[in-house]
């Protein structure tokens, strides 16, 4: 890992490759150009392995696919399982590692296409999604340089399950809560997340309390497989009979970052599983949304299928079907 | 004549070397020494290009030479330009100058040792340009709409019948809606692609991905000045063309304008996101106005529709005739006009016309049926035309009412209650709704040649292409049976400009078409056979050609193919989703040569038609007259996921007067009419009439 390190910062520019699934999408359209590639496929973190704490550690080579499919993800944490195999296709999750899934760009036709200008390509040259075709665009933490979206699955798990992403840098080992890693656009869109030069993901580790009980993944798209979300939400929550101890609510496709909202997960803290009680969450949780036009519906949209994943996750046991 | 064969449901010749790779496609061989060429496209939608800057290209080493507008002679004059199915006007060829057309324009060449480097070349090409303002809106252009110049082989629009204004107004109920409707491009898997061999004599030959090689042949003859002699196109296996293969595409052109400045071989492939550069099915916007009495006798159809089309041809289709025809109606206007946009000129996609036009009239027709309180299929049988209200003509064949009963049968009609939102399950929202669809049956000329070996085999050939649709298999059932040998004693060849002269696979006429030529160059060698044999002749090659002409009995009567659709959809009620849980098509094709690849042709149709229902749309930025979904990922397309039952019935017609063969052809019917049926399903279940599509989730919320 540390020779990795050392090579990707030895020369301006390199980058890690490792599945590519979204790499080489990006240096066949121009977007990226990096001089050098890293080949990390062959390093020592391509294993899944409980922790001390009763946590689980996600290598960061271990594939998407053998990730969903792993005995223990799939009965500890399902949500997590759910939200894999919701994203992409067979075959992508096959090539995908989880430090890759975590390093893809953000979702926006004009990011990807060199010939119209994108902050996050060009800093400073302006959006073009503002006023443009934005029907898959972020309604929430926009900034007035870049409403583009965070494109994973299962990000919005992971964040969910306050997952802690273990990184190596040329200045040691440190640890960055979920929902620190991605950042939200602001002033300086083009940096998507809070890695620092040089520094490579070398895990994942879960918590110890995975929702097993009371979960779901829901995925609102334009096709059944193959789509990124419009709007997709994990809940899972702790219930003492039909009362709610714990929740956690994460929203996919809605921002530039998997979209947590703590204070509309601490209204259903001790209060009873009823629709009224998740349509209240459901409003609240859009109040900070804001539409630029053909993304608009995704307010509602979002509100409804907060709605429905709550219900969802109230209702499903541990061996029960989910949506 | 046996029908052994005809009829039986073979399965495809050709599957074991699709399945093993060993069919090879257009960039697929392996030529000596050839270079590749990789295509610069223009980022701006109108304007002219001030300035090409290759020098950082051509500094690298293994970049063998960038083409463009600066360094290329002008080809002949767009009057002298071959190609079948041309629409009036000057065709686009690349690098002829330097105005830009459309966005995405091939405005260079960039050919080097390897793909790779071609591609990384052409990422160092810089463009300056002199960009002028742009129109890709159908809706903002749609003022200056005009009657097209029409396309040779396609009737002008119907003139108008009795008075459908007075009629409209003087009508018990009536319904007068307008319909929106987006570009889609066909996207086959295999992009289009040229492979070029440099013979060294100054011919060439080329492995193309069209829908004709003797057009492409034609064309580049045309183009190039070369005689027949020193072009040679092949395209035996083509990887899904939708249309998109009709006319000679701007890769083949460029791929052969790079051999000749290399004087060496050439591949050249499009990339996915080049794809949206070629033709499309246009944007539309339609108006139908119905009137009936309150029984449902239609008393005025009025149906106006405007495309888009390029500045630099005038593209037009078929869109308005199906509602002259399709029904009795004394009263009726149709109107069809094209309006000039900042975009490549549109093309025949899968059912041109048809699948436009059958949409809006069929939605129309199903909102009629709702003001009248009428069943849908009711209405349809109320006005049912047992001759074509065009030309007054009877059907050569017309089984459209035992579709319906059929349909209706299989879907279980029955089950359906007429109110919109009236069939629930927990809250998914359960519709049911129907369309009729429609398409010709053309037969066009074509030619065939048959050798008998002595060894008691044959070799039956033809310049047609299989794109996928089966057409190895079915002119080998055709040909054998002819012939009176098994199956496996024949071999078919197509996709070979050397051979006999054929018409451009498209129009669901090959099997017309071909298929007839077939037979008659088979039945000649088989009598020659027959009568050496009588004189006790020595066994010997006999060799024979035919061509056929449409069938002169076509005159007496209208030829189309008719089916009857029907969809069951399921919208969840919070999310707006919509799952196309059942389809049930059925379709009266004359006489089906082959049972599986036509349900399998069916099917195809289907698929597309869910597609354009509910998924496909080339989305068009106006700021930059630019496509923004320009990929896989973007452009949607169905998924299996997305496919439930599919149910296809055929109604077999004895119909002696289509073509010898009986078989009206089916790679069209079957998307006819299915986006009408989802669209009417749809509104069924959740009382949202949805106008404008793809019908996406957002607008049913």
Known sequence: VSSAVHAVTSEPGAMFIAGGTNLIDLMKENVARPPHLVDITRLPLNRIEDLPDGGLRLGALVTNADTAYHSAVEQRYPILSRAILAGASAQLRNMATNGGNLLQRTRCYYFYDTSTPCNKRDPGVGCSAINGFNRIHAIFGTSDQCIAVHPSDMCVALVALDAVVRVTGKDGDRAIPFADFHRLPGDTPQVDTNLRPGEIITSIDLPRNGFADHYAYLKVRDRTSYAFALVSVAAALEMDGDTITETRLALGGVAHKPWRNVDAEAMLNGIKATKDHFDAVGEAIVRSAKGFGHNTFKIDLARRAVVRALQHAAKVARTGRNA | ?701
């Open chain 2, 1 to 701: 004549v046996t029908t052994a064969y005809i009829g039986q449901p073979i399965s495809r010749l050709d599957g074991p070397a699709k399945v093993t790779g060993k069919a090879k496609y257009a960039f697929e061989y392996d030529v000596p020494n050839v270079a590749y060429a990789y295509v610069v496209s223009s980022s701006i939608a109108r304007g002219r290009i001030k300035r090409i800057d290759a020098t950082a290209a051509l500094q690298i080493p293994g970049v063998l030479q960038v083409l463009t507008h600066e360094n290329t002679a002008r080809v002949a004059p767009a009057g002298e330009i071959v190609d079948d199915a041309r629409s009036p006007g000057a065709p686009f060829i690349p690098l002829q100058g330097d105005e830009v057309l459309f966005n995405h324009q091939p405005i260079a060449l960039v050919v080097a040792e390897s793909f790779e480097l071609a591609r990384y070349a052409a990422s160092l090409v810089r463009i300056d340009y002199d960009a002028a303002d742009h129109a890709t809106d159908l809706k903002a252009a749609s003022g200056r709409a005009y009657v097209p110049k029409p396309r040779g082989f396609l009737p002008p629009t119907p003139k108008p019948r009795g008075d459908a204004a007075k009629a409209l107004a003087a009508a018990a109920v009536h319904i007068d809606v307008e319909y929106t409707s987006p570009a889609e491009h066909p996207n086959p898997m295999e992009p289009f692609a040229t492979t070029v061999v440099w013979e060294g004599d100054g011919k060439l030959t080329l492995y193309d991905k069209t829908q004709g090689v003797q057009n492409v042949q034609g064309y580049l003859c045309s183009v190039f000045g070369y005689s027949k002699d020193d072009v040679r196109v092949l395209s035996p296996f083509v990887g899904g063309a939708f249309g998109a293969g009709l006319r000679p595409q701007y890769q083949a052109f460029l791929a052969v304008l790079a051999a000749r400045a290399l004087k060496r071989s050439v591949k050249l492939s499009l990339t996915r996101q080049q794809m949206f550069s070629l033709h499309y099915r246009p944007f539309a916007w339609q108006r139908v106005a119905l009137s009936a009495a309150q029984d449902g006798k239609l008393d005025a159809i009025v149906h106006e529709a405007i495309t888009n089309t390029s500045r630099f041809e005038d593209y037009s289709e078929q869109i308005v005739p199906w509602s002259g025809l399709l029904y009795q109606c004394e009263n009726v206007r149709l109107d069809n006009r094209v309006t000039k946009l900042d975009l490549n000129t549109p093309g025949d996609v899968r059912a041109p016309g048809a699948s436009w036009g059958v949409y809006a009239l069929e939605c129309a027709m199903d909102e009629l049926a709702v003001a009248l309180r009428m069943d849908p299929v009711d209405l349809r049988l109320k006005n049912y035309a047992d001759r074509d209200q065009i030309d007054r003509r009877a059907f050569s064949s017309k089984s459209l009412r035992e579709c319906y009963r059929l349909g209706t049968e299989r879907i279980g009609w029955g089950r359906r209650t007429s109110n919109p939102r009236s069939m629930r399950d927990g809250n998914t929202l359960v519709g049911m709704g129907m369309a009729t669809g429609a398409w010709d049956a053309f037969q066009v000329p074509a030619s065939a040649r048959c050798v008998l070996n002595t060894d008691g085999t044959a070799t039956v050939s033809s310049a047609t292409e299989d794109i996928g649709t089966g057409t190895y298999t079915v002119m080998t059932q055709i040909a054998a049976d002819a012939l009176g040998l098994p199956i496996d004693r024949v071999t078919f060849k197509l996709g070979d400009s050397e051979l006999p002269e054929a018409p451009l696979e498209g129009g669901s006429f090959t099997v017309s078409s071909v298929g007839s030529a077939v037979r008659a160059a088979c039945e000649k060698a088989r009598a020659r056979m027959v009568a050496n044999e009588q004189r006790g002749g020595k066994a010997t090659v006999i060799d024979e050609q035919a061509s056929t002409m449409p069938s002169p009995r076509r005159k007496e009567a209208s030829c189309c193919c008719h089916s009857a659709v029907f969809a069951e959809v399921r919208v969840d009620e919070d999310l707006g989703t919509i799952q196309v849980a059942r389809v049930v098509t059925a379709v009266a094709p004359g006489r089906v040569i082959n049972p599986r690849t036509a349900r399998s042709q069916v099917m195809g149709g289907i698929v597309w038609g869910i597609g354009m229902a509910l998924e496909e749309e080339s989305v068009i930025d106006q700021t930059f007259g630019r496509i923004m979904n320009h990929s896989f990922g973007e452009y949607h397309v169905p998924v299996n996921a997305d496919v439930h039952d599919i149910d296809v019935i055929f109604v077999e017609e004895q119909d002696e007067i289509v073509n010898p063969l009986g078989a009206k052809g089916l790679g069209e019917i079957g998307v006819v009419g299915v986006a009408a049926a989802i669209a009417n399903a749809v509104f069924h279940a959740t009382g949202k009439r949805v106008r404008d599509l793809p019908i996406t989730l957002d607008k049913v919320m």
